[in-house]
């Protein structure tokens, strides 16, 4: 049986600026009073460098990379570009990337790739929307994601999971912790088959509403990782209360 530490990472989405700033110091403090939880804010790519300054210790990353290394890309940002800032890991097919970029699992693959082969950590996003949960096909379609978007883990890199009900995202409505429960196991088994003993080791994070009210109910839920969070990462008052409840759980 595998240990694995909570990791709560925040994804600030477009959203901040240098004066919320300040909110990344407070939350740095109680990120390095957390003793057994890793922390991590992900702000804007223009926000990294400052953010990776401040943060005191704390892992700062970046919402989404390109998958090549360099080149004609223009508008896009590489792995090592956000290293070179202070990245220490990369959000990948986060499904506001997929709607409204038109992601695919293909893609999402290559970049994890890319963020893996730069030394960091990847966080690869997956989940059904409502429509998909409704009719019942919420399981086989985060297992077609995980099949077509998840690289081999490798070296020293490390793979994180993120359940995201696309339906749960930002609309206060969350997974029950019977629904997290089963999609979290049926990840877990994909892994397993996968990666054999090593998938044991992949943190599988939930997403979607995740508030201080709701934390601790959704960290006690068997092969619940930590939580990937995005309106309650926005300031320390509602983010801290989130990384104290996985630091209890
Ligand atoms: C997210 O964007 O990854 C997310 C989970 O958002 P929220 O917590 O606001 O639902």
Redesign the pocket.
């Known amino acids: 049986m595998h240990v694995r530490r909570k990791l709560v990472a925040g994804?600030w989405?477009m959203n901040g600026s240098i004066a919320a700033l300040q909110e990344l110091s407070a939350i740095a403090a109680a990120a390095r009073a957390a003793s057994g939880v890793d922390v991590a804010i992900c702000p804007p790519f223009t926000l990294i460098a400052p953010a990776a300054a401040r943060s005191g210790g704390m892992a700062i990353g970046a919402q989404d990379c390109h998958w090549a290394a360099s080149g004609a890309h223009t508008g896009n940002v590489s792995a090592a570009m956000l290293k070179e800032a202070g990245a220490r890991l990369a959000i990948v097919g986060?499904?506001?990337r997929r709607a409204d970029e038109g992601e695919g699992d293909d893609l999402i693959r290559r970049k994890a790739e890319a963020v893996l082969a730069t030394g960091l950590q990847a966080i690869v996003?997956v989940g059904e929307t409502d429509e998909q949960r409704r009719s019942g096909r919420a399981i086989e379609v985060v297992t077609a994601q995980l099949a077509g978007s998840l690289p081999d883990p490798r070296g020293e890199a490390e793979l994180v999971v993120?359940y995201?009900p696309v339906w749960?995202?930002?609309?206060g409505n969350v997974a029950t912790p019977a629904d997290i429960a089963e999609m979290h196991a049926a990840i877990r088994a994909h892994l397993l088959g996968r990666f054999g003993d090593a998938g044991g080791r992949i943190r599988i994070l939930y997403?979607?509403?995740?508030k201080a009210d709701n934390a601790r109910e959704l960290f006690a839920v068997a092969d619940v990782d930590g939580a990937?969070?995005?309106?309650?990462?926005l300031t320390a008052a509602q983010f801290v209360p989130i990384v104290e409840a996985a630091t209890g759980a």
């Open positions: 994804n989405k986060h499904s506001e996003c993120a995201e749960a995202i930002g609309t997403g979607g509403s995740v990937l969070v995005g309106g309650a990462s």
